[in-house]
């Protein structure tokens, strides 16, 4: 079985690291009849929930500007209370403008109505063309009537065929214009930023033999994704192969905390298992792991489920339509679940597995291998 990927992504792009003004300026400029626009705020956030900054300005008749300075290049944001839509803007220290309408401001293509910045200036070259190349395979349109909530089921499995078609090629397409905006701009913030996405199953020494020359250039010194890249390193140190697994607590379905060490220390083998009811490889994925616990619960085998649900009878609900009759846990944080920030877990289904001792033995073990996994270490 093919592994699947559910990742909260994010797509930033960065400049190369030429010199830069002393500060930032964002001139911006709304029209319309939106009452926020006559007499209101914008707001200037970065997505950095470990080190949050914000910046409020006033909004007269329309118009608002932000004066500032970053120390290195940051994805940030701007709102306008009681506005639905953003702007996504990557920070630099140079001169932006926005000109655009209350409408187009809860568009997708917004970002296309900010201009300036070495690295914005990509970034909009980017969104533009996926925007034309999505309009060009029907992607657009097809996934719009896809997700809307009207649409029968049986106008899904219709088109479902053709969505599909058009996210392959909208994927081999992505891939070659990433390929050439890499090749454009080597050893480059872009290039950086791009290395994240890279990493999901990569081990310490790997990842860390693709940020070394950004490790080493002073121009670097700072940035934020190099450092979470850093960071992302020591986690998956301290939990690799060989190592002890980090124990952690979380409480169960009714609310009684459960200690992952209590759980292994009662079974030869144990699997911790990262998923989560919304999920739809992680459901795929439970047959086979029903089926792996059946065989061997009996055995030495034990399964400890960590839900990145947020919703309580959401996850109730999947583990009893599932089958899940292992223990299960979830601090209902989604992607912020403590658990899965211990394991260095960016994608889900995936799985860790220990001893009695809590000695990690395997990770990563796709959902039709498990049983012969767990077989051959019990």
């Known amino acids: 079985m ?21 500060g930032y300026v964002i001139k911006g400029k709304i029209t319309g009849s939106h009452p926020a626009l006559t007499k209101g705020q914008a707001i200037l956030s970065n997505n950095d929930k470990d080190d949050p900054i914000s910046d409020t300005v006033d909004l007269v008749n329309g118009i608002f500007i932000f004066k500032g300075k970053v120390v290195s290049p940051e994805s940030y944001k701007i709102t306008i209370p009681g506005m639905d839509g ?67 089921e049986e106008r899904r499995k219709e088109i479902y065929p053709d969505l599909m078609n058009a996210n392959k090629a909208m994927a081999q397409w992505n891939d070659s214009l990433d390929a050439k905006v890499l090749s454009e701009n080597p050893h480059s913030l872009y290039a950086l930023e791009q290395i994240p996405s890279k990493t999901y199953d990569l081990e310490p020494d790997s990842i860390r033999t693709l940020i070394a020359e950004y490790v080493d250039d002073p121009a670097f010194a700072g940035n934020k994704t190099l ?25 169960d379905p009714s609310g009684k905390p459960v200690a992952f060490s209590d759980v292994y220390k009662a079974a030869k083998v144990t699997m911790i298992d990262f998923w989560a009811s919304w999920c739809g490889p992680c459901r795929q994925a439970n047959p086979y792991i029903v089926k792996a616990y059946k065989a061997y619960k009996g055995k030495g085998f034990q399964i400890f489920g960590v839900s990145l649900d947020v919703e309580h009878d959401e996850w109730v609900k999947a583990i009893a339509d599932d089958g899940l009759t292992w ?49 051959s270490n019990l």
């Open 227 to 251: 450092a979470r890249l850093q960071k992302q390193i020591d986690v998956l140190e301290s939990t690799a192969v060989g190592g002890k697994g980090v124990d952690f607590t979380l409480d």
């Open 86 to 152: 953003r702007f996504l803007v990557y920070l630099e220290n140079d001169r932006y403008s926005i000109s655009c309408t209350d409408s187009t401001l809860m568009a997708a293509d917004s970002g296309l109505y900010l201009e300036g910045g070495k690295t914005n200036r990509i970034f909009r070259d980017i969104n533009a063309a996926e925007l034309a190349m999505a309009r060009q395979t029907g992607f657009d349109v097809l996934l719009k009537e896809y997700t809307d909530p009207s649409t029968t």
């Open 327 to 375: 223990p299960q846990v979830s601090d209902l944080k989604g992607w912020e679940c403590a658990a899965a920030a211990l394991y260095g877990i960016r994608y889900i289904p995936q799985n860790v597995f220990v001893d009695s001792e809590g000695k990690i033995i395997g990770k990563r073990v796709e959902p039709d291998e498990i049983e012969n996994f767990v077989k």
């Open 2 to 22: 093919k592994k699947f990927l559910f990742i909260i992504a994010a797509v930033a792009a960065i400049a190369s690291c030429a010199t830069k003004q002393d």
